[in-house]
């Protein structure tokens, strides 16, 4: 293991790491920890200046209960999920097939495919923008939460099918052999042969796509406005310039905004980091 | 070939079940290359196309040829808009990759066995979740002169007050290092990772060879990193250049437009009140697209020779 393991140094070097490993973690977050302070105020220590002395009364439950209950907010957060759950499914599922084609046949456009699913996926936003909105106008689809979901499965496929046909090439490829001189069809291989083993990989894509998706402004910004299809990361500016300068408000909707992948990720965990340090290991 | 010729076998299977060796990839593959293809690859050459118009996004679009081009090389449109957007992209780009160093750093800090460090690495990780709209907003506030906890802190040391997003001078530093703070914990779980699977053997021959610290760590460790580090850099460039979220957050590209990148020069020519001009941002976008070109190519031709091996 490197660096050397605490437990062959002094045992003093042991204490130090822990008790500076809670000051570096309170530095890393202390950003975010303001803000979750700022999100318990009440809004008068703000008029008064009171922005870092003890809050004169603990107001989580009055702040958190105005988002929730007094603001566009839970229309926002619904909306995310209408967006992000069947872009979650859909993605998943094309990339699933895409990368078992690429990951098991041999054929002469494999690896071109593969590797224009592997450029798509680097393309900056903004060369798609226009022609994107215009085809989501012509589609009829702007300002719906179906163009969105349109376009983020065309898109995170190209990531996707990566992921997967590296995972798919990695499985023992006898079983598929195997399956083969028993005749079971192509389709039922995908089915019920590769597709069991494809678990891990389809999970830990699942999460991240939430996670990435969730988070998406740019093209919520190009493709939707308003309360009525508007994900919940544009919804924030909206929210933020409905209680502008209410320091308190802000904060508690932000971390309402900020929550779902974070639940996601802990509860996720494992999933997740293996989702997304696929190949950082040989 | 006719079915006289064929065995007995061969004529009792129906033509999906002779072909389905060749016909199954595609039957798979079509969904998603349909997808990818409307959505993707062909906007990418309709961009292309529209960069040689100028279109206000409703009326008739009038070709121009490269005019979009000259415009932006001559900054006849917009003075002192595509040279400062380049130079902060280069500025991204640049120090945008301080990530991968900060990553390893914390991931050697944290790649210890105490108790509780399952924790630690969770809440190190963290701000990657949270969206960049979040982290703009939480270091807009964290740089605010009148409270922000900087100024703070430096008011303890007798510094400060400094406005960081409203000067000229500082104001892309300070969206910087604000990206870079996801973005380090990014690298540093690839590098967790990473560390993970280095070889005990190798790290013990090392020992005894005498290499420590430094040494160690550059010609024993590192080697065995490189596809961690492989995939923090491809992150890396490839969110520099996307940087779009935090500029719109945090400062809306001011002041005076000194904290533009071409992608929220691009959005703000095409799609904000200062106007509908499409053409010209199209040949904006294409100007970004060529830039993450050069390293589009570089990474599929790591890729394609490990495809090789």
């Not at chain 1, 530095?27 to 809050?55: E, H, M, R």
């Not at chain 1, 936003?125 to 349109?150: A, C, E, H, S, W």
């Not at chain 2, 630690?120 to 270091?139: A, D």
């Amino acid at each position: 293991m490197f660096p050397t393991p605490l437990d062959k140094r002094p045992p003093s070097a042991r204490v130090t790491y822990q008790a500076f490993l809670p000051l570096a973690l309170i530095a890393w977050l202390l950003p975010l920890l303001a803000v979750a302070i700022f999100s318990i105020k009440p809004g008068a220590d703000f008029t008064n200046a009171n922005y870092w002395g003890v809050p004169s009364s603990f107001n989580f439950i009055e702040n958190y209960g105005q988002v929730f209950f007094n603001s566009d907010m839970p229309r926002y957060l619904l909306n995310s999920f209408l967006i992000t759950v069947p872009t979650v499914v859909g993605a998943v599922a094309l990339s699933a097939m895409a990368g078992f084609a690429l990951g098991v046949y041999k054929f002469k456009a494999n690896i071109w495919l593969f590797f224009m699913f592997v450029a798509g996926n680097f393309v900056p936003f903004q060369i798609l923008m226009v022609p994107v909105r215009d085809l989501t106008l012509d589609l009829g689809l702007y300002n719906t939460k179906t163009g969105l979901v349109l376009f983020h499965v065309a898109f995170q496929t190209g990531f996707c099918t990566l992921f997967m046909r590296n995972f798919i090439k990695a499985l023992p490829y006898e079983l598929i052999e195997a399956a083969r001189v028993e005749g079971i069809s192509e389709i039922r291989i995908f089915w019920y042969v590769v597709l069991p083993l494809m678990k891990p990989a389809l999970a830990a894509l699942a999460v991240l796509i939430f996670t990435f998706i969730w988070n998406d402004y740019f093209w919520a910004v190009v493709l939707t406005q308003g309360p009525d299809s508007q994900p919940v990361t544009a919804g924030i500016t909206a929210f933020n310039s409905e209680f502008r300068a209410m320091y308190h408000m802000m904060s508690a909707g932000s971390i309402v905004a900020a929550l779902p992948p974070v639940a996601m990720f802990f509860l996720m965990q494992k999933h997740f980091i293996a989702g997304l340090t696929l190949g950082a290991v040989k | 070939m006719t079915h006289a010729t064929m065995p007995q076998t061969e004529i009792d299977r129906t033509f999906w079940q002779r072909n389905q060796q060749t016909l199954a990839p595609w039957l798979f593959l079509m969904p998603a290359i349909l997808f990818f293809v409307v959505y993707v690859i062909y906007p990418v050459f309709q961009s292309f196309n529209l960069s040689l118009y100028e279109w206000d996004g409703l009326g008739q679009a009038e070709y121009v040829g490269l005019r979009n081009y000259e415009d932006l090389y001559w900054e006849y449109v917009d003075r002192d808009s595509f040279y400062v957007s380049l130079k902060n992209n280069l500025i991204w780009l640049i120090l945008y990759l301080l990530a991968i160093p900060a990553g390893l750093f914390i991931a050697l800090f944290l790649n210890q066995t105490v108790t509780g460090i399952r924790l630690y690495k969770s809440l190190f990780f963290f701000p990657f979740v949270i969206s960049q709209v979040v982290v703009g907003l939480v270091f807009t506030w964290f740089y605010d002169p009148a409270f922000g906890i900087l100024n703070v802190v430096l008011g303890w040391f007798g510094a400060g007050p400094v406005n960081i997003l409203g000067s000229e001078s500082t104001v892309t530093y300070g969206i910087i290092l604000a990206g870079l703070w996801p973005q380090t914990a990014y690298c540093m779980i690839l590098y967790l990772t990473g560390l993970n699977a280095v070889n005990p053997e190798q790290i013990e021959a090392g020992r005894l060879d005498g290499a420590k610290g430094i040494k160690m760590l550059w010609y024993v460790v590192l080697p065995q990193l490189k596809p961690a580090t492989f995939i923090a850099f491809v992150v890396t460039i490839i969110g520099a250049l996307r940087s779009f979220d935090l500029i719109s957050v945090m400062t809306s590209g001011g002041p005076f437009g000194s904290s533009k990148v071409l992608a929220y020069y691009m959005f703000e020519v095409s799609l904000s009140e200062y106007g509908f001009r499409m053409g010209y941002g199209a040949a904006i976008a294409v100007v970004l697209f060529a830039i993450m070109m050069i390293f589009i190519t570089y990474f599929l031709w790591s890729m394609y020779r490990e495809e090789k091996r």
